[in-house]
């Protein structure tokens, strides 16, 4: 890599960022960060090192616990802390020197010079002060009248005697002393204006190295920028980009990064100005996407696009905020530019504002435009639904939920229309669809207010705390309440639970499978007295169970925080190991650990957790005897999932029909199904495996083993086409890299080596180290024609 020019360098940065934000539209977290510590790993400068260090540090925003644990085993680099900036940039050695000319003044040779700094005289060596700069050698050996003078006044250049006396110093020695933060500033100046970049570039590194707070850097940043001092620039950057999202809450920093011009910025971000700015806008739009902060930061991020690719994103992102804001015309003009730039999704923005100002055949047309030119896909057919009513609208919400069954807004307007109509049980029931694999709160929010119309307050309650649970903050009726508040007012309406009612509910919630169920009890029983730190990591469990990870490390955090013992923190710890390192020596830590919990006092939820956890383990290493029997104690004590493990023993040990049954007894207990499912469908015949995961797609269509199944058996049948499309209608909703690697391959079987070599591509941005993967790309990619 350190071979490789600057500029190629630049564009793997710049690639993995756009990376980043496709990851980001198919909502896939840890892929996002992935590429983000990708840019920074790959980052030519210190400019994209600070900028992809301060996002990585963003995004794991209350997940201490786990960077340290990873940091403690050697598996996670230190790229969010802060760098040493000046050993970043290459010190400056030119003029470190010019010709020496003694001039001769009668029969003298002068060696010294006198610079007069107010009252005072400074006598300097003046073949050393010549040397600081080009400027210096001609105006005291040059053909300058003061190259004959022994006297200088330098009164008028805002140098105090002080600062002089460091810059002769300076020339005699080429290092500064210990000076205040001032007279550094003085000698900056100087330095500038006298052209002596040596001098210069030993000030600005000084004062780079003093900067410390936040203040600090507001002030001396303006300084950097006026004297064109990128050391320093970048020091007060660093600080600034450390200290998100709380530094722009003030208004002096915003203002720094609101007005910079072009010189401005390349001077603070260098070549990484883009980077900056997304990074920027996204924190921003987080805060407050209709602020002018949000609006000022994507002007910037316009200003400094240079690649098409760049300008299409900076322009839709800036054109939703445009809209969000009201300013119609310039969201116009926005989303036109976009689309123009090939950005297809823009489309959407301009159909939003034919919509608003009441030109919906347009904008239907517009959208019937872009269907029928393409591949259709579910947004499109979504948006196209907006400009329409009745049985039109209906048609196209199902369409997009053929197509694309992770949209929340289909499942909501049916629902919601199907209460309207007072057809409760259906209402519930397509409400339930998405919340089966996708826990949205706005379609917790949704069924909370069913649940209200009904006045059914317990299932209303239960709702509004498991939203509380995914964002403590969050607020209903389109932000104008409170969750939290709404929350109150219902329990007035419902019976208290006593902390054993708490935990016998929690016991049969978690014993049928009943997530959701299960983290509202944990959240009503987080207000009392009780062992928080348990409760916590129940919680933490749950919420990776349902595919909330952010949430989860929240959780989990909380859990170490409010561990009772040494024992329950070094559990929660395990856990967490287990839940982020693929790294097989971890096994045997993780081991002793469970093993360790097991001996200590404890509830039969958290021993059959253990058990549970334990058992999986065991079967990875092999010891089936010992994974059984950690299965059927955990269900003795009713932990359900148990099945599942030991479905898992008996398979291993050829008991097919055995797996079966035991897999059955899951599937009749649990209230969340799909995974139940999918693992039946492992120890049956064909036929009812292809029923068994039928069953699994229309329960959690996020799962992917079943479209891979049904594409092999296609396969099999020589119905390629069919197969292919089997895979492509879950890959256009999910980056999975099993979906991609049996699309390719079976692109390579049927000849297709540039669709082969584009899934391979795409295959490999997913996860870069898979072995097969890389041996199918190399294959591919010898017969590329």
Not at 167 to 173: C, L, N
Not at 335 to 359: D, Q, T
Not at 542 to 553: D, G, I, V
């Amino acid at each position: 890599m350190k071979n490789l020019n600057p500029a190629l360098r630049k564009s793997r940065s710049n690639l993995y960022l756009f990376q980043y934000q496709l990851f980001k539209g198919l909502g896939e977290a840890k892929l996002m960060r992935r590429s983000l510590r990708s840019a920074w790993l790959k980052g030519s400068t210190v400019y994209e090192k600070l900028v992809f260090g301060a996002w990585l540090k963003f995004e794991r925003q209350g997940e201490e616990l786990i960077s340290d644990l990873l940091a403690t085993c050697g598996k996670c680099a230190q790229e969010s802390g802060p760098i040493e900036v000046s050993s970043e940039f290459d010190i400056d050695r030119s003029s470190s020197s010019h010709e020496t000319v003694s001039m001769m003044n009668g029969n003298h040779i002068l060696r010294s010079v006198s610079f007069k700094i107010g009252d005072e005289e400074i006598v300097c060596d003046r073949q050393k002060i010549a040397s600081l700069s080009a400027p210096f050698h001609a105006m005291l050996n040059g053909c300058f009248s003061e190259s004959l003078c022994e006297h200088i006044d330098l009164s008028e250049n805002n140098i105090s005697p002080l600062g002089f006396r460091a810059i002769s110093k300076f020339s005699m020695t080429g290092s500064l002393n210990e000076e205040s933060p001032n007279v550094l500033l003085e000698m900056l100046f100087f330095a500038n204006k006298f052209c002596c970049e040596r001098l210069k570039d030993a000030c600005e590194r000084k004062l780079a190295s003093l900067v410390s707070s936040r203040d600090d850097a507001v002030e001396l940043m303006e300084c950097a920028l006026q004297e064109n001092s990128p050391v320093l620039a970048a020091s007060c950057l660093q600080v600034f980009l450390q200290d998100l999202p709380d530094c722009l809450n003030d208004d002096r920093v915003v203002e720094i990064f609101s007005h910079a011009n072009k010189q401005e910025k390349m001077i603070m971000a260098g070549s990484a100005s883009f980077s900056l700015y997304c990074l920027l806008s996204e924190v921003a739009m987080n805060l407050d996407p209709q602020s002018d902060k949000s609006a000022c930061f994507l002007d910037q991020l316009v200003d400094s696009a240079e690649t098409n690719r760049q300008q299409l994103l900076a322009f839709h992102q800036l054109g939703c905020v445009r809209l969000l804001r009201k300013e119609y015309d310039e969201a116009e003009r926005l989303f036109e530019a976009a689309l123009n730039a090939g950005h297809i999704y823009s489309v959407s923005g301009l159909a939003r504002l034919g919509h608003i100002r009441g030109h919906r055949l347009w904008a239907y047309d517009k959208l019937s435009s872009v269907i029928s030119s393409g591949t259709p896909l579910g947004w499109m057919y979504l948006e196209r639904s907006l400009c329409c009513e009745g049985d039109k609208r209906w048609e196209d919400l199902e369409k997009a939920t053929e197509l694309d069954p992770t949209l929340t807004y289909p499942y909501m307007y049916r629902a919601a229309t199907l209460m309207r109509k007072q057809n409760v049980q259906a209402a519930l029931a397509e409400i339930n669809r998405i919340l089966g694999f996708k826990l949205a709160s706005e379609c917790l929010e949704l069924r909370f207010c069913f649940y209200l119309a009904l006045e059914n307050y317990q299932a209303a309650i239960c709702d509004v705390q498991a939203i509380l649970t995914l964002s403590p903050d969050y607020r209903m009726f389109e932000g104008r309440v409170a969750a939290s508040q709404l929350r109150t007012l219902v329990r007035e309406h419902v019976e208290n639970w006593t902390a054993a009612d708490c935990w016998l509910q929690l016991y049969d919630r978690w014993s049928s499978v009943d997530d959701t169920g299960s983290l509202s009890v944990i959240y009503q029983m987080l207000e009392s007295d009780a062992a928080k730190g348990v409760l916590y990591f129940r919680q933490s469990l749950l919420l990776l169970r349902l595919n909330c990870p952010e949430a989860a490390m929240r959780s989990l955090q909380l859990a170490r925080q409010h561990a009772s013992t040494e024992h329950e923190r070094l559990v929660y710890e395990a856990y967490a190991l287990a839940d982020s390192s693929m790294d097989p020596s971890c096994s045997s830590t993780v081991i002793s650990l469970l093993e360790e919990a097991l001996k200590c006092p404890s509830d039969r939820l958290r021993k059959g957790q253990a058990l549970n956890n334990l058992g999986s383990v065991y079967v990875d290493c092999g010891k089936l005897d010992l994974a059984a029997d950690c299965y059927i104690n955990a269900l003795k004590i009713r932990h359900t999932r148990a099945h599942q493990g030991l479905a898992r023993v008996h398979f291993l040990r050829n008991e097919k029909t055995a797996a079966y049954e035991e897999m059955t007894k899951l599937i009749e207990k649990a209230q969340n199904k799909a995974s139940a499912y999918e693992k039946r469908s492992e120890y049956c015949d064909r036929e009812l495996t292809k029923a068994d995961l039928e069953m699994v797609t229309r329960l959690d269509p996020l799962r992917v083993y079943p479209y891979r199944y049904r594409a092999a058996v296609l396969m099999d049948s020589h119905k390629e086409k069919e197969a292919i499309a089997e895979l492509s209608r879950a890959i256009v909703f999910k980056a999975d890299l099993h979906l991609l690697h049996l699309r390719a391959a079976f692109h390579e079987h049927t000849g297709d080596v540039l669709a082969a070599l584009c899934d391979c591509r795409a295959a490999l941005s997913v996860d870069p180290n898979h072995r097969e993967m890389l041996e199918l790309h190399n294959r591919v990619n010898s017969h590329e024609p």
